[in-house]
């Protein structure tokens, strides 16, 4: 399961605080979108994106 969010890095450092199971830390993927997941209990994995416009638009 996918969702594109904004403020990811914010959420990102919610999630870590409340103790939230963070599967893949927070990174810049290959198209410039920052991407996080993570693993609820019963083992879904949630992936959270913020895409970043190319530079100039």
């Given amino acids: 399961m996918s ?9 990102y450092e919610r999630l870590r605080n409340e103790g939230v199971g963070i599967s893949v830390p927070l990174h810049q993927g290959p198209w410039s979108e920052w991407v ?3 693993t609820d209990p019963n083992g879904v994995v949630i ?7 190319p530079g100039g638009i």
């Fill in 3 to 11: 969702f594109a969010i904004t403020g990811i890095a914010a959420e």
């Fill in 36 to 38: 996080l997941r993570l």
């Fill in 47 to 53: 992936e959270l994106v913020e895409w970043e416009p």
